[in-house]
C-alpha cells in the first residue's frame, strides 16, 4: 500500500513539473501571445513627416510619406467592430476625393453594436497634426469619439478631443486648451475650432451613413506643451443605445523624426508642393508598443551622450541678456505679463525686463524660466525631435544632484525627475501663482542655466 501511495505521489510531482514547464516556457509564453495577437483587428495609418526645404507657402517644409505607417491595434474587439479600407462602398469616395493626400491609403474603424465600446491605441509617437474624418448613420444621436494619448507605459495621458455626434452632425465636446482645431484646412491656418463648434455632416459616406469633411488637429509648436513629447495614440467609439453605426478614419498623422545621416539624399518629392531636398527619418521615441508581436518602431538614433541622456545647452540669463539683438525667434511665458499668455521673443522690452529678475519670486523666476523656455527654442523649438526627446531626460543628466523637492501641489522633483516636468510644474506654479513654490523652481533653472556671460554651455 505504501508503495502505490509513492508511486502515485511521484505520479503526482511529475505531472506538476511537466504543467510547470509548459506554463513557463518562454518558446511557448510566446507563442500564446503571437496566438492572442493575432486575434487583435488593426490597421495603418499613413505617417508623414516634414522635409528640410522650406518655402514662403510651406514655411514648415514639404510633407513626405514615411515608408513605415503607423499601426493602430484593437485588443478585445466587441461585436459589431471593424477596421475598413477607405471606398466608395465604406466611407462615399476615394482616398483623395477624401482630402487624404496622393499616394497614401488610409483605413478606418468602425462599430454598431449598441452600447458597445470600441477602442484603439498605436505604439509610442511623437506627433505634430492628426487629420481624420467621422461618420455616422441614423440613429447615432448621442454615440461619442474621444481622442487621448497614453504615456509610452501605458499609465495615463493627456485628453485631446472629444465629439458628440447630433445628427446630422457633430458637436466639439471637449477639446484640449492647447490644440487648435480645423475643418478643409490642412495646412491650419486662420481661426480654430472651440468647445461647443458644431461639425456638419455634409457628404455621404456610402454604408458609413454621412461624414465629416477633413478635421485637422494641430499640435502647439510656439511653447512647451503636455501634448508634446512620446506618446501612444489612442481613440474610443462608445455607441448610444439605438441602431447604428459610428466610424473614424486617419487619413494621415504627420510626425517628428530626427535627421541622420544621409537623410538629405532621400529621394522623392514632396505630397504638397512637389519639393524635393530629402527630409528625416531617425525615430526620436524609444520603442513602447502595448502589445507583445507588433513591430516595434526602429530603436532611437544613437544618444551621443550615452544612456538616456539627451541633454540640450542651456546658457545664463545673463547672455542672453548681452544678445537681446540676437535672441532665437518664438515665443515665451513670462509670469504676470499678457495674462499668462506666450510672448514674443522679438518684445525685447519685455525680455530685458524678464532677463533682468528683480525681488519678488515671481520676478526671480521669471529671469530663469525665460532663459530656460530661450535655450529650447535655441536648440530647435518644442517642435524639434531634438528637444522633444531631451525632454525626456533627467535632470541628473545636467549634473544637478539636490535633495527631493515637494510643491505644493504634492509633485515631487528629484534629479530622476524629467526635464519636461519641470517645465511643466513650473508653468502651473506661474498660472496658479504659487508664489511658496518659486524660490525651490528659481533655484533649479539657476543650477541649469549657470550665471556665465559667455556663449558656453552649462552642465553639458
Known sequence: MTTKK????????????IAGFFATSPTLQQEDEATQASTFLRFDIPALTHG?????????????????????????????????????????????????LPTTAPWGMAISTPNGKLRAITCAESVWDGNMLIASTTGSDGDTVRLFLE???????????????????????????????????????????????????????????????????????GFLSPLQGCFRIGVEISRSG?????????????????????????????????????????????????????????????????????????????????????????????????????????????MAMALRGGFTPLQQLNEEFVAAQLNLLNAGGDGSAKVIYSLEGRLSCYGLAFDPITLSNGFEITPDTKLKDLYQQTRFCIFDNKVEDMPALTRIFDRLNGNSTLANCNNH
Open 6 to 17: 509513492s508511486r502515485f505521489a511521484v505520479l503526482i510531482a511529475l505531472f506538476v513539473l
Open 52 to 100: 528640410f526645404q522650406k518655402t514662403s507657402q510651406l514655411p514648415d517644409g514639404d510633407l513626405f510619406l514615411l515608408s513605415k505607417p503607423i499601426t493602430m491595434a484593437i485588443p478585445n474587439a466587441p461585436e459589431g467592430a471593424e477596421v475598413f479600407p477607405v471606398s466608395f462602398e465604406n466611407f462615399g469616395g476615394d482616398a483623395e476625393s477624401l482630402g487624404a
Open 151 to 221: 504615456q509610452p507605459d501605458g499609465s495615463e495621458g493627456p485628453e485631446v478631443a472629444a465629439f458628440t455626434v447630433r445628427y446630422p452632425g457633430i458637436v466639439v465636446s471637449d477639446m484640449h486648451p492647447h490644440l487648435m482645431m480645423f475643418v478643409n484646412n490642412r495646412k491650419a491656418m486662420g481661426p480654430s475650432l472651440h468647445e461647443g463648434d458644431f461639425i456638419q455632416f455634409p457628404q455621404a459616406a456610402g454604408k458609413s451613413g454621412y461624414r465629416t469633411d477633413l478635421i485637422t488637429l494641430a499640435w502647439p509648436m
Open 242 to 350: 439605438n441602431p447604428g453605426r459610428t466610424s473614424v478614419v486617419f487619413t494621415d498623422i504627420v510626425v517628428n523624426r530626427n535627421r541622420t545621416p544621409g537623410d538629405e539624399d532621400n529621394p522623392g518629392f514632396g505630397l504638397l508642393g512637389s519639393l524635393t531636398g530629402g527630409y528625416p527619418t531617425g525615430f526620436p521615441c524609444k520603442p513602447a508598443c502595448p502589445f507583445p508581436t507588433l513591430p516595434d518602431p526602429p530603436l532611437p538614433d544613437p544618444d551621443p551622450s550615452g544612456g538616456d541622456c539627451n541633454t540640450i545647452c542651456f546658457r545664463s540669463p545673463q547672455y542672453f541678456l548681452l544678445n537681446l539683438n540676437r535672441l532665437p525667434i518664438g515665443a515665451v511665458l513670462v509670469g504676470g505679463v499678457n495674462l499668462n499668455r506666450p510672448v514674443s521673443t522679438t518684445n525685447q522690452r519685455v
